[in-house]
């Protein structure tokens, strides 16, 4: 008797290898074969593909990234970064200023200029150049202006005293204050740089008296000798019997916009810039004289017939110079500091007009006189400035400067007058003259740098 386990592993052979399962066999033989494939392929697929892409690139709404793919991040990546991950943010390098982009690029210089600009405000403590020595009348025939002489009255030919010139002697027009602005503009293809200058109007005067002469007995007042026809004359002269006052001004604006080019000497501790520009320099200046002299009538021990007159002798000229410039600067930068110096040389032209006015110089009912003209003189001139800085950090420097103006045929006030007379009526007229002119001081200030 064979054993029962016997008999069922028999049967459980028999059953597995009888013809009618084979059939069943096949069926299920390629599904497991289709199924060990896509369990090996699938993962190689997978990592074929990689990482999810974007949709865009670049800046906000922009279109679908045509171009080439980005390496694959991953397991089995030769130019992933460490350690094989695959980062969540895609980073693109973008150039610094959208305007660079296509046919604009011109227009990236500009706005990355705009964020190195710098502002720099002064104080300025400038002079303006005083008369110096010279007279206030014409020339005497005898040519003792500067001493005392027989004053003269000029409606009765009749000596009234000792007469003493007024001058310019002591007019100053030193130390005046004012203000300047100066934005720079940084670009690729150089500096652009403008400034508005305001000076304070320089006032200076002086006022002369008489006094009574203790050696002489008499009596010395201001006088104002005058030409009769056009000649040298000694008798006639305007009197101030009561005193005068000779006030001079003058007022200076400027305005410039310079391109000063890249350095010829680039990367070099010493820069050289050249620059060319324009400027436009407005300088007025005037002459005011006024004084009173009463003058004796033919009853003198009546006062009230006696003759008041209030003289006034102005004069004014008003320039404005066009200047094309052209020039350079040289700058040593250090980290801590830098000096430097700019000379322009100006290319003007002087628009001037001036005016002479006078009344009440012969008699009280004297008409006020006028003539004035305008013409354009060329007028070369000179703007050097020599300057340094202290950087104290990245955006702030302190500037000092110091700046000359030379300008020639300028107009002044009192050199236009001529003072004539035609008999017993005054004839002060306007002269045409110009000269040179300086105008020098120092400036302090601070610079602010935007980037």
Not at 319 to 342: D, K, L, Y
Request: net charge negative; proline share 7%; charged share 20%.
């Amino acid at each position: 008797m064979q054993p029962t386990g016997s008999r069922t592993t028999l049967r459980f052979n028999a059953q597995w290898g009888s013809s009618d399962m084979k059939p069943r066999h096949r069926r299920w033989g390629w599904l497991r074969s289709l199924t060990v494939a896509s369990a090996l392929l699938l993962p190689s697929v997978l990592m074929a593909q990689g990482p999810i892409q974007p949709a865009s690139y670049g800046y906000p709404g922009a279109p679908v990234y045509g171009g080439p793919q980005y390496p694959a991040y991953g397991p089995g990546c030769n130019t992933c970064g460490p350690g094989g991950l695959s980062p969540n943010t895609v980073y693109e390098l973008l150039p610094e200023d959208r305007f660079s982009h296509g046919d604009e690029l011109h227009w990236a210089a500009f706005s990355s200029a705009f964020k190195h600009a710098y502002l720099r405000l002064e104080y300025l403590n400038w002079s303006i150049e005083d008369p110096g020595i010279k007279n206030v009348g014409a020339s005497r025939l005898s040519g003792d202006e500067r001493g005392t002489f027989t004053a003269i009255n000029p409606n009765t030919d009749s000596n009234v005293g000792q007469g003493e010139i007024s001058t310019l002697d002591h007019i100053a027009l030193n130390s005046n204050n004012g203000i300047r602005g100066v934005f720079g503009l940084p670009t690729r293809i150089g500096l652009f740089e403008a400034g508005v200058s305001a000076l304070q109007q320089a006032d200076a005067y002086d006022v002369k008296v008489p006094f009574f002469n203790s050696l002489t007995f008499e009596n010395i007042i201001p006088v104002v000798p005058l030409l009769e026809d056009g000649a040298l004359s000694d008798t006639k002269m305007i009197l101030f019997s009561e005193g005068l006052s000779t006030r001079v001004k003058s007022q200076l604006f400027t305005t410039e916009l310079n391109y000063i080019l890249n350095p010829l000497t680039p990367n070099q501790p010493v820069t050289i810039r050249p620059l060319f520009g324009f400027q436009y320099v407005r300088f007025w200046d005037s002459l005011d004289v006024r004084g009173t002299d009463i003058a004796d009538s033919n009853t003198p021990d009546d006062p009230t017939d006696d003759i008041i007159l209030n003289h006034r002798l102005y004069s004014s000229a008003k320039n404005n110079v066009f200047a094309p410039q052209i020039g350079f600067r040289a700058e040593f930068e250090h980290e801590r500091f830098s000096v430097g110096v700019t000379p322009k040389f100006m290319i003007g032209f002087n628009r001037h007009r001036n005016e002479v006015l006078s009344e009440q110089l012969f008699s009280p009912t004297e008409a006020q006189m006028s003539t004035h003209d305008e013409n354009s003189e060329f007028a070369p001139g000179l703007d050097l400035a020599v300057h340094g800085k202290v950087h104290l950090n990245e955006h702030l420097s302190l500037f000092v400067s110091y700046q000359l103006f030379y300008i020639s045929n300028l107009s002044r006030g009192y050199d236009n007058i001529v003072y004539d007379s035609i008999g017993t009526d005054p004839n002060l007229r306007l002269g045409d003259s110009q000269e040179a002119t300086f105008v020098d001081g120092l400036t302090v200030g601070g610079e602010y740098r935007f980037h």
